[in-house]
């Protein structure tokens, strides 16, 4: 009987209990209302935008972007938990859900998205305009040109860093945080100024 129950229970799942607030769980992204971004976009200027929306649906929350201006803007709702940044796409047939990020990944590991691969190069400080954060830099090849792009998420923030390497080697920097404030309530790990 005893042998049974053993037996019964190790076929049976076992699921983790959901990370306490405050536990160690890191997420990517804020999940406030009113958390806003400035980036610096080079010779495209600067663009600000913050979070418009925040539902908390199936353990994640999908976090809604709009322009500071109030004027829509093309980016999609962000899917935030604990597992990472995923992006959902239209229902009208075209592809999957895109999973940004994966902070579970371990250096060099990749993931299939649609149209290519996602690869976890791994986790490097970077010091953008917003202060000096450690971040997890994901890396991936953006089009059938070859040209690759690099980007850093830092916890409770995010992106904070974009940049595309041309297959002729030429560097550009698509976006780089200038400024970030957390919404109401929110707390994040402050960024350390270079002095």
């Not at 009113?34 to 976009?41: H, I, Q, S, T």
């Not at 200038?178 to 994040?188: A, D, I, L, Q, V």
Request: charged share 25%; glycine share 12%.
């Amino acid at each position: 009987m005893v042998r049974a129950l053993v037996v019964l229970l190790a076929a049976c799942p076992v699921h983790a209990a959901p990370i306490p607030k405050g536990g160690d769980a890191k997420l990517y992204s804020p999940t406030t209302v009113g958390a806003k971004w400035v980036y610096d976009r080079g010779d495209n200027g600067d663009e600000a935008f913050e979070v418009s929306t925040v539902e908390k649906k199936d353990g994640e929350w999908v976090v809604s972007r709009q322009r500071s201006d109030g004027a829509a803007i093309a980016y999609l709702s962000v899917a935030v938990s604990a597992a990472g940044l995923t992006q959902p796409r239209p229902t009208s047939g075209e592809c999957g859900p895109t999973c940004l990020l994966k902070p579970t990944a371990k250096a060099g590991d990749s993931w299939d998205v649609p149209g290519g691969k996602r690869t976890l190069v791994g986790t490097e400080k970077v010091t953008v305009g917003a202060g000096t954060y450690t971040a997890l830099v994901v890396s991936w090849v953006a089009s059938a040109d070859g040209a690759r792009i690099v980007q850093w998420y830092a916890p409770g923030v995010g992106e904070v860093k974009k940049v595309m390497t041309a297959a002729d080697g030429t560097e550009t920097v698509m976006r780089s945080l200038k400024s970030f404030t957390p919404g109401p309530g929110e707390k994040t790990g402050e960024p350390k100024k270079e002095k």
